[in-house]
């Protein structure tokens, strides 16, 4: 089975400054696709950026970027010039063969002014 | 775009009786369908994937006979909680992939039941 890991269950990040949240990831599969999910309070959940396991090349969404080490098995979020409304909860997921998504346990990020 | 509307947002109901939580797709056809329950501060815990058409697929450890799930139509899946208890109150989220595209889903805004 497939299983997501966040080992930061809260980061804090002064506004305009760079934070990276950490994933990783455990697969036998080798056709994969990643994800960051945010939720805000609202809690409705918003992709923030996609990431395919057969690119090479690191997905990029304005702000976001996100680090992908396939051999590792890591997935980290980076957020540059972070906003005050970055703060959610982020959360990494997988999908495979099985279709079906699989989350992490989930970060909280804090933006300070 | 990929809309998901979820209803009711919130609902309160007392204990015994049932409640039915819709998820639609309004602007895309969607196969598959997935709900989830989600405790305060914790991640989303997959309840079930539901297929158009077919019976849905619940995870180990959830009661197919009291979380009753239908996808009858290409754009509706419901979630019906049978014999509601104070344990059930949680938040219900729930998400559709587009038809042919096994890559992201798209989220409703989530219910929050409370049972009373």
């Not at chain 1, 005050?84 to 982020?90: S, V």
């Not at chain 2, 039915?20 to 997935?34: G, N, P, V």
């Not at chain 2, 158009?52 to 899946?77: C, P, R, W």
Request: proline content about 3%.
């Amino acid at each position: 089975a497939q299983t997501v890991t966040q080992s930061q269950p809260e980061m804090s990040v002064q506004e305009a400054e760079t934070v990276t949240l950490s994933c990783t990831y455990d697969t036998s599969e080798s056709d994969y696709y990643l994800f960051w999910y945010k939720q805000p309070p609202s809690r409705q959940m918003i992709l923030v950026i996609r990431q395919e396991a057969y690119k090479q090349q690191n997905a990029t969404e304005n702000r976001f970027s996100v680090n992908f080490q396939k051999a590792a098995k890591s997935f980290s979020l980076k957020i540059s010039d972070s906003q005050l409304g970055d703060a959610a909860m982020y959360f990494c997921a997988y999908t495979g063969t099985a279709s079906k998504l699989t989350f992490g346990t989930g970060t909280r990020l804090q933006v300070t002014l | 775009g990929a809309v998901v509307s979820q209803h009711p947002s919130w609902v309160i109901c007392k204990s015994g009786t049932s409640v039915k939580i819709e998820c639609r797709s309004l602007d895309f056809q969607a196969t598959t369908m997935f709900w989830y329950r989600q405790f305060p501060k914790q991640s989303l815990m997959l309840m079930a994937t539901s297929n158009e058409g077919s019976k849905a697929t619940y995870e180990q450890g959830v009661e197919k006979d009291k979380f009753l799930i239908n996808h009858a139509s290409l754009t509706l899946s419901t979630l019906t909680v049978t014999s509601a208890h104070p344990e059930d109150s949680s938040f219900y989220i729930c998400s559709a992939r587009k038809r042919r595209q096994n890559t992201e889903a798209f989220f409703g805004q989530g219910t929050r039941l409370t049972v009373v």
